[in-house]
């Protein structure tokens, strides 16, 4: 049974592996991204933390799912084209995943049952849309802690511990503040 995220190996884009221990001491954000998603500007200021807080410790590791509406077509390549060409990001990305389901990569197994769902933003103009399409599909979706969408986030302290989930619907700025009070 994992202890912390420091006990998952996962693939980089390019299929080699990666101990989640070469991470140790760094505060991490993990994110599940796509490229054709109405989350997707978010890239930009997630590349913006990357770019103020990474000389202190944050690392940012960028997962590509494809779950949800497809949005995250293309290679890992192509992906990360995309990314970079779009949005000048370069913190680490990784193979694309599943987050949800018997294929879901084992880190994301572990994630989830460390932070449950913590709800939409219902004041993000997406956040009532999302609230609205999931529950339709299933009225009990919010007590479940599967992945809801793309750019789900879990903010991990310098010992490996999952501390914080957010939703894709949380701004930025309140994302921030917990990355400075870990650095």
Sequence with gaps: MAQNVYDFTVKDRRGNDVSLA???????LIVNTATRCGFTPQYEELE?????????????????????????????????????LNFGTEFPQFKKIEVNGENELPLYTYLKSQRGFQGFDKNHKIGELLDDMLSKADPYYASKSDIKWNFTKFLVDREGNVVER??????????????????
């Design 166 to 183: 957010y939703e894709p619907t949380t701004e930025c700025d309140v994302i921030e503040e917990a990355i400075k009070q870990l650095l």
């Design 22 to 28: 070469e991470y140790k001491g760094k505060v991490l």
């Design 48 to 84: 913006a933390l990357y770019k103020n807080y990474k000389e202190q410790g944050l690392e940012i590791l960028d997962f590509p799912c494809n779950q949800f509406g497809e949005q995250a077509p293309g290679t890992e390549e192509e992906i990360h084209q995309f990314c970079t």
